[in-house]
Nanobody
Framework: QVQLVESGGGLVQAGGSLRLSCAAS????????MGWYRQAPGKQRERVTR???????IYADSVKGRFSISRDNGKNTIHLQMNRLKPEDTAVYYC??????????????WGQGTQVTVSS
């Protein structure tokens, strides 16, 4: 079993930056895709970004140019650098991992979530 633990959430003013981190409890060979989903109250869960084991990345249109994901394959850790944050980015952010590189909403491993709040 793989446990994902997020950190780095908090309160930040609009235009500011925040960095999220996620660490897996084990370096399972089966993990391929890793990334982040987010969900705000009353909103649908949204895939923010994902990175495959080979380094291919995908970003939601809403965060392109502002967020960047990085990965340490050996440690199965990822980081999400969030810049020029907007109030619309306020949500609970979930670290997600899967044996598939695609990291769909049916992904196998989910973290507990970390709150990101962006004030105006």
């Amino acid at each position: 079993q793989v446990q994902l633990v997020e950190s780095g959430g908090g309160l930040v003013q609009a235009g500011g930056s925040l960095r999220l981190s996620c660490a897996a409890s084990e370096t399972g060979f089966s993990i391929n895709g890793m990334g982040w989903y987010r969900q705000a109250p009353g909103k649908q869960r949204e895939r923010v970004t994902r990175i495959s084991r080979s380094g291919n990345t995908i970003y939601a249109d809403s965060v392109k140019g502002r967020f960047s994901i990085s990965r340490d394959n050996g440690k199965n850790t990822i980081h999400l650098q969030m810049n020029r944050l907007k109030p619309e980015d306020t949500a609970v952010y979930y670290c997600v991992a899967d044996d598939s590189p695609f990291l769909t909403s049916g992904a196998k491993y989910w973290g507990q979530g970390t709150q990101v709040t962006v004030s105006s």
